[in-house]
């Protein structure tokens, strides 16, 4: 490969020189890179570049004025800001395989503090008062996952462990490895009706948009809690808050928004019940995403597939 002239990278993130240095590390030959904190820069810095690499939104800007550009590996599981671009003369790459074990660890962790209480020991610690309630059990319960991918699969796998039956939906229905069912978009009343517990991991796209509105949330058991790690558009915020509101669901977890980050007067932060984190279920560290790249690079320079290749019309 040292006798092949290697294509020109420009690395758009705000941790680019952490990804660069990370990117020469794992190489197997020079990678020549220019690193681009910010879209300032990778404007700047921008000559004859064919790849990049880094943040869909910093790249979305700025993708138009560089038409040398024919591959872009995202550093980000969602690509919505590359989709939603009327531009599309290049092979868009995305990330997965990393980012299951953060997802599963951050939901089953709200699960277990739902479960166990903890934040209403808390409160009854600081009041002084031997509360006795006992607490629930993941054990038996049913957690319904909307998305079947990589993300979802390792959360069903991981929820097994703790004996939780685990459902999913998807837009085909079809089989997927760690769930006992797969239901269709198309059926998801009844796939809502039988969840204790529901996580979304579902990409934005036209047809995730607001599916869980009122009347979907209504079909859910009152007793049930909703985690959301996936896009914001999935729920209706409004008809979220107002099931937390009126007791119609036990809590959610909510880890992406509309708008980030969530102003501060927004009627969420005061909702009952709900847990609100800012965009850290899964983080995207250089140590996890950096070897995606370098093996695509070098796919890329030998003229084989891709992997990961999004789709633009479906977003994934």
Known sequence: MNA????????????????????????????????????EAALAAYTDESVIFGNPAMIAPVLTKMPTVDWVQSSWAGVTPLIELDYRKYVLTGVKDVFGPQMSEYTLGYLLAHELKIV???????????????????????????????????????????????????????????????????QLHRFLEGCDYLLSTLPQTNDTDHLLD?????????????????????????????????????????????????????PLWDTPNLSITAHIAAISHPLLLVPIFVENYHRYVDKQPLRHVIDFDTGY
């Not at 290697?6 to 020079?30: G, H, V, W, Y």
């Not at 008062?129 to 607490?135: A, I, L, M, Q, Y």
């Not at 998305?147 to 997927?176: C, E, M, W, Y």
């Not at 036990?250 to 880890?255: F, K, R, S, Y």
């Open 4 to 39: 092949i002239k290697m294509p020109k990278c420009l690395i758009i993130t705000r941790l680019a020189e952490e990804f660069a240095n990370e990117i020469q590390r794992l190489a197997d030959s020079d990678i020549p890179l220019k690193a681009c904190s910010t879209t």
């Open 120 to 186: 209403q020991r808390l409160k009854e610690q600081h009041s002084r008062n031997w509360f006795r309630d006992n607490s629930g059990r993941l054990e038996g319960k049913c957690l319904g996952i909307m998305g079947t991918g990589s993300i979802g699969q390792h959360v069903a796998n991981t929820a097994k462990a703790f004996g939780i039956k685990v459902i999913g939906l998807s837009r085909s229905g079809d089989p997927a490895p760690g769930f006992a069912e797969v239901v269709p978009v198309n």
């Open 214 to 266: 009122t009347a979907a949330l209504a079909r859910l058991p009152e007793h049930a809690y909703f985690i959301n790690v996936g896009r914001s558009n999935v729920v209706d915020d409004n008809a979220l808050a107002e099931a937390l509101r009126n007791n119609r669901l036990a809590g959610a977890a909510l880890d992406v928004f509309d708008e980030e980050p969530l102003p501060k007067d927004s």
